[in-house]
């Protein structure tokens, strides 16, 4: 797990970090109704479900609303942010006006999606051909074109 170069975390972080890590690590497709929300197992749960939702998706990344929209489907604690914030290694949280956005940490280089989706390769060609300059979806952020 990569942490932030900024980040300094503290001996304690640092022993939970590594508690956490050799915790069993609970299938997030299990019915979870096995376990107790309390239960260490079950928090670990909900971050592997959180980590297969976004990689499910082709920017790698969902706003807050979006993930809260699977709260219940997947049987998870509707308090989306406090459990994604107590990861820094593995999500990355930016809070741009109104609405904050979740990104997969693994899944970036920088600003830089690492592996691109054939639909998403394609639409930056053709954003190359026609001359357009595209920034949005490398960097995960979506320009308006009508094609």
Sequence with gaps: MELDDRFRPNASFLEELEKWQRLEFPSPY???RR???ADPKARKRVVGVRHEVLSLTMHKRMTSAQLEAFHS???????LLLC???HPGIFYITNKGARSTVFLKAAYDGPNLIEKCPLLRFYDNLMALTCRTNTGSSAGISSKVTI
């Design 30 to 32: 299990l019915n979870a």
């Design 84 to 86: 994604l914030i107590k």
């Design 73 to 79: 489907d997947l049987l998870l604690p509707s308090r």
């Design 35 to 37: 376990l107790e929300a």
